[in-house]
């Protein structure tokens, strides 16, 4: 079998191959002990970072559901500063391509943290985390056309990089709040994250999570976003990355063809930590075997 | 066991004994993770292929068994995860992740060790227990537990304990007061080296009091829900005291833990 071109080209962002983590469910340490090379990831992903260090919220933070993961932890981090001196170092030992997660309390933080790591050597991308709540308007930016746009442009008036906006599954209209990303000037567009869900319990008859509700992710999203990824590919000319309880290389295949140009793997690799080299290779197979040359030739074939 | 590679692995279950119900010994052999395992580690358990259960289980070692390449589990039947692996049997396979987390530790000239446990609480013990023996350390056990049946693998450490006291609630064996009381008698006239508690967050502050008074090394083993085990989900979060410069902060008991000193966590 010949050889399968795996390379995209996701507006101005370079990968090897089609396959990242998603925010907030990866992490690298010092003694980086996963059981493979993370060189063969397409990218890495940081946790989604604020300015300043967040403790996340109250005990618990994760409950499991079916075939689903409900987690409120609050986006805790050590802040911008700690991430550039301790972390981004172990990431780019890791990978080549360093995409840094952000998040903000309202736009103008976003701003400030762009301006920051716009600074900074060894990043690839930024993705904004846009489903963070908004301490100003008290509205979550992703749910919001002319907020999402906003924080766009502002962080493009500031950043050199490729901005990833990952968009939020709780809207309306998914596809509204893509054009007004791409209206902000966005390269890239991720989605969906998590969807808002929260557990019972039926013993103390009170809420499982610590903050109540929280976000659902796992295979139980994955159909909700693979129409999301569809209805937005079908919409607006941009790259999609698509995320949504992705477990396997089936899975990834299908966001592909829905669209999508790469995918996040999130919830699968918690379980499995050789998921995503099972995916790139499950992909690679896949193109080989159907007789493509490159992946480009099955985005959006659906 | 900082830097070294964690391990996925299939592995066969050896057999399995429900010892009073809804409690389980699963053994099982997998050589990989028992040739790196310590004393208060733990695996990531899957016996599912299906996504509902979705995520592993994290169980702690009940028993390693280095020659033989296997390992015990010991754990209650709570929920969808535990009940699939109560019908496991000889021949069976399961994947696990592993070994996690950080192990125990002897401090330098440890002499004599106490192990203090309630319930279920009493699974981390037995590993702890048999490493301690094969280094000539004397064991002193408190064991608690609500009813006499439910002070699991008490045969098992009488056996090897130097000496063992019991308390349960409804003073079925031993007395109903409190087991950390026992360790208070033996402090007065022995000196203890290290301490081991897990289960009872009661027990926990009671041996933390005595560690302030005897001065004796204390850790608590913890558990928690993970998603992961390998500090990535950041779910497993739980808080630092405020003391020890440690204000505002949470640890991961995974990745932190799951044994940590005494006095620097908050249960």
């Known amino acids: 079998m010949k050889k399968v071109d795996m390379s995209i080209n996701l507006g101005g962002l370079q990968l090897k191959n089609p396959v990242m983590p998603a925010s907030g469910t990866f992490d690298l340490y010092e003694d980086n002990n996963l059981p493979y090379d993370t060189k063969v990831l397409g990218a890495v992903m940081t946790k989604s970072i604020f300015l300043k260090k967040r403790l996340g919220n109250p005990l618990p933070l994760i409950c499991e559901s079916t075939s689903g993961l409900i987690n409120a932890l609050g986006t805790p981090g050590e802040g911008v500063e700690y991430l550039i001196k301790n972390k981004l170092p172990i990431f780019r030992k890791a990978n080549r391509t360093v995409i840094v997660s952000i998040g903000g309390n309202g736009v103008k933080e976003y701003k400030l943290l762009a301006e920051r790591l716009d600074k900074v050597e060894g990043i690839a991308a930024l993705e904004l985390d846009l489903s963070c709540s908004n301490n100003v308007d008290n509205i979550i930016i992703a749910r919001d056309e002319f907020l999402t746009e906003q924080t766009v442009a502002q962080v493009k008036e500031v950043s050199t990089k490729p901005i990833i906006a990952k968009l939020s599954a709780n809207v309306t209209d998914i596809t509204k709040i893509a054009r007004a990303a791409q209206k902000g000037g966005v390269d890239i567009l991720s989605l969906i994250n998590t969807v808002s869900a929260m557990a019972i319990d039926i013993k103390t008859k009170k809420p499982v999570l610590g903050n109540k509700v929280g976000g659902l992710s796992g295979p139980a999203i994955k159909p909700i976003a693979l129409k999301m990824v569809w209805d937005v590919a079908h919409t607006v000319d941009l790259p999609i990355i698509g995320i949504g309880g992705i477990s396997n290389s089936e899975d990834a295949i299908e966001f592909l063809l829905a669209g999508a140009s790469a995918v996040e793997v999130g919830t699968a690799a918690l379980i499995n930590p050789l998921v995503m080299l099972e995916i790139i290779q499950g992909i690679e197979k896949y193109l080989g075997q159907q007789g493509y040359s490159s992946l480009e030739e099955i985005i959006g074939l659906a | ?267």
């Open chain 2, 1 to 267: 066991m900082k830097g070294a590679k964690l391990i996925q692995v299939y592995a066969k279950v050896l057999n399995q004994t429900e010892i009073i119900t809804n409690h389980f010994i699963l053994k099982i052999f997998s050589p990989e993770i028992v040739k790196k395992a310590i004393p208060g580690q733990f695996v990531m358990l899957s016996a599912w292929k299906q996504k509902d259960p979705l995520l592993r289980r994290p169980f702690t070692f009940n028993r390693l068994f280095p020659e033989e390449g296997s390992f015990e589990i010991l754990y209650k039947k709570v929920g969808k995860g535990t009940e699939i692996m109560s019908y496991l049997k000889a021949g069976d396979q399961v994947s696990l992740l592993g070994p996690l987390g950080n192990g125990i530790k002897f401090p330098q000239n440890t002499k004599k060790i106490a192990i203090v446990c309630r319930g279920i609480g009493v699974a981390p013990m037995l590993a702890i227990i048999d490493k301690a023996k094969e280094k000539g350390i004397d064991i002193y056990a408190y064991l608690s537990a609500a009813t006499k049946d439910l002070l699991l693998v008490k045969k098992e450490i009488k056996q090897k304990a130097k000496l063992l006291y019991i308390t349960t609630d409804d003073a079925s064996l031993g007395t109903s007061g409190k087991v950390t009381d026992f360790l208070e008698k033996t402090l007065k006239d022995t000196k203890i080296d290290a301490v081991y508690t897990c289960g009872s967050k009661r027990l926990k502050r009671h041996t933390e009091r005595l560690k302030e008074l005897y001065g004796f090394n204390a850790w608590v083993i913890l558990e928690e829900h993970m998603a992961c085990g390998f500090g990535a989900c950041k779910g497993c979060a739980c808080k630092a005291k405020k003391d020890n410069n440690h204000k505002g902060k949470y640890f991961l008991v995974c990745k932190d833990g799951p044994v940590f000193p005494i006095d620097e966590v908050e249960v």
